[in-house]
């Protein structure tokens, strides 16, 4: 079982629906960019950065990788933000001295009409030495992921759910949340990273706080929700709080607790309205 977990463009919004909102995201610079594909050839791609004017980048469609996969990998949001990384103040691009000469797209795979993963080998070389980077990147991108706590009769429950994809059956204001990930310190760029190193994927850890009846408790038990024709079957679970934290072996429950914990502990929860 887990907290309700969105890909981080899609957020909840008063009792029991889902509202989807747009993540705004800022300008990005222009690259450009060719394709080929020859049907005795693997599929190719021509790209050039800002940073490597020049010096274009190819771009290889592994053995099984389809056409439309290809294009799809290529015009994402995931591959685009990685090359924006590269590229960032931090990024290993940034200082000139290495260079990324070639990416081998290995696997695709979709969730409905998005990208759900993204698996590609990266060719980075240090100009000076001529030495190879390891550049395996497994692509998923940001989430957010929402702690929701209601207090009902003196008792405060935690609601899960053992599949989350859009839908949820539970609605909740985005004006009423609190984002536990903006109280870390801003070196960590306010998020948290399950798996540094081996993932992309970022998440940003969000807390609602409500008060129900015991009949909202009662019918929240066990309700099934989501688009059955897409794949889509949830079932929600309400359990008390204090005993949350032994129920579950999700990461992201255990971190959103500690969170929780730390932040409440720490006076930096603002006051219920």
């Avoid at 899960?160 to 903006?182: N, P, R, S, W, Y």
Wanted: glycine share 10%; with cysteine; proline share 5%.
């Amino acid at each position: 079982m887990s907290l309700l977990r969105v890909p981080k463009r899609l957020l909840l919004g008063s009792s029991l629906s889902l509202s989807i909102l747009n993540q705004t995201r800022k300008p990005r610079r222009p690259f450009c960019f060719n394709m080929s594909s020859e049907s005795s050839q693997p599929l190719t791609h021509s790209l050039t950065l800002p940073t490597q004017l020049g010096q274009p980048i190819k771009i290889i469609a592994a053995p099984g990788v389809s056409d439309s996969q290809f294009r799809t990998a290529i015009e994402s949001s995931l591959f685009k933000q990685w090359l924006k990384n590269l590229e960032s103040e931090n990024g290993i691009l940034a200082t000139g001295s290495f260079l990324l000469k070639q990416v081998l797209v290995q696997g695709v795979d979709m969730f409905g009409q998005r990208i759900g993963f993204l698996k590609f080998k990266a060719d980075i070389f240090e100009k000076e030495t001529g030495q190879k980077i390891p550049g395996i990147v497994f692509a998923r991108g940001p989430a957010v992921t929402v702690l929701i706590l209601l207090s009902s009769e003196g008792e405060t429950y935690a609601v899960l759910t053992e599949q989350v994809e859009e839908e949820t059956g539970i609605h909740l204001k985005l004006g009423d949340m609190v984002d536990l990930t903006a109280f870390l310190d801003p070196s960590t760029g306010g998020r948290v990273f399950p798996s540094p190193g081996g993932c992309d994927e970022e998440i940003s850890v969000f807390l609602y706080r409500g008060c129900v009846g015991k009949e909202i408790i009662t019918k929240l038990q066990g309700k099934e929700t989501g688009l059955r024709e897409h794949g889509e079957l949830i079932k929600v679970h309400v359990v008390p709080y204090k005993e949350l934290w032994r129920m579950t072996a999700d990461a992201k429950v255990l971190m959103a607790i500690a969170l929780y914990e730390m932040a409440k502990g720490g006076g930096l929860l603002p006051l219920k309205n």
